[in-house]
């Protein structure tokens, strides 16, 4: 993605990205989550914030971190992060649907995420947004030649092949980089692009936040990510399937609906 190659210390430490495998493929191949769904999507969705395709606006100094059950002060948190779609320019397909279904999950190219949660109880809306999410991951499949089974020479009849399996110990160094306090004081990013590439891809892990705490808050991005803005994204695309007419699993497609938040205002 990048064109980085994997910068490996004589300790064995590894700096870089171990490969260049899109973002969206990290979560699926090297994670223990190994479904392309709403994670997938959020994750999309900080690209294009970290690209300027889709502004960040936050009304908080503070960092903010949301708990195990969503309280009246994250409503609040939500209400003062807004997001304006702006994209310009060539996009990838996934791209381009991942910013459709914002627009038509919000009916606006500009909103904060409180009235995005507000929407995702709204079954119409929910039923649009299973929809939009289907042809996101159609769209990321095929961008990546991935067929839910098989990937390149890294994945085999849905099992890691012996290259997919070094990958993926290469791939656990780099995370134990990303949220290490004394790697990251030795090898510090070398600028607010690759700041916010190295947080990207510590959300691809869940590790985030860890990452954060030991970098600077210096982008759009990585301030998004300092209010919690990615769980408050996979919170919201959650609740949204949770609000579906009809649940479906016949099409192949497991959308990985795991945060049992409840966002006031549901049904």
Not at 1 to 28: A, H, R
Request: proline share 4%; hydrophobic share 30%; with cysteine.
């Amino acid at each position: 993605m990048f064109g980085i190659k994997s910068k490996i210390q004589p300790t064995g430490e590894i700096i870089n990205p171990p490969s260049d495998d899109s973002y969206s493929m990290i979560p699926v191949l090297f994670s223990k989550n190994s479904e392309i769904g709403i994670r997938t999507l959020s994750i999309s969705i900080l690209e294009l914030i970290n690209r300027d395709q889709i502004k960040c606006d936050i009304d908080l100094d503070d960092s903010y971190e949301v708990g195990k059950k969503l309280t009246p002060e994250d409503m609040e948190v939500m209400k003062k992060i807004t997001l304006r779609i702006a994209n310009k320019g060539e996009l990838k397909t996934s791209q381009t649907a991942a910013i459709n279904l914002l627009k038509n999950m919000n009916k606006n190219r500009k909103f904060n995420l409180k009235a995005m949660a507000k929407q995702s109880n709204n079954t119409s809306t929910a039923n649009k947004f299973e929809k939009d999410l289907e042809e996101f991951v159609k769209a990321v499949k095929n961008e990546n030649g991935y067929d839910g089974k098989s990937y390149m020479d890294i994945l085999e009849n849905g099992k890691l092949t012996a290259k997919g399996k070094e990958l993926k110990k290469e791939w656990k160094a780099y995370q134990d980089f990303l949220k290490s306090p004394d790697l990251c004081e030795k090898h510090p990013p070398k600028s607010s692009d690759e700041n916010s590439m190295q947080i990207i891809y510590a959300s691809c892990f869940d590790i985030e936040k860890d990452a954060l705490k030991i970098r600077q808050n210096d982008t759009p991005l990585t301030d998004f990510i300092d209010k919690d803005g990615y769980k408050l994204l996979n919170i919201i695309f959650n609740n949204a399937l949770l609000n579906v007419s009809e649940k479906r699993r016949g099409d192949g497609i497991f959308y990985g609906v795991n945060d049992k938040y409840t966002i006031p205002g549901g049904g």
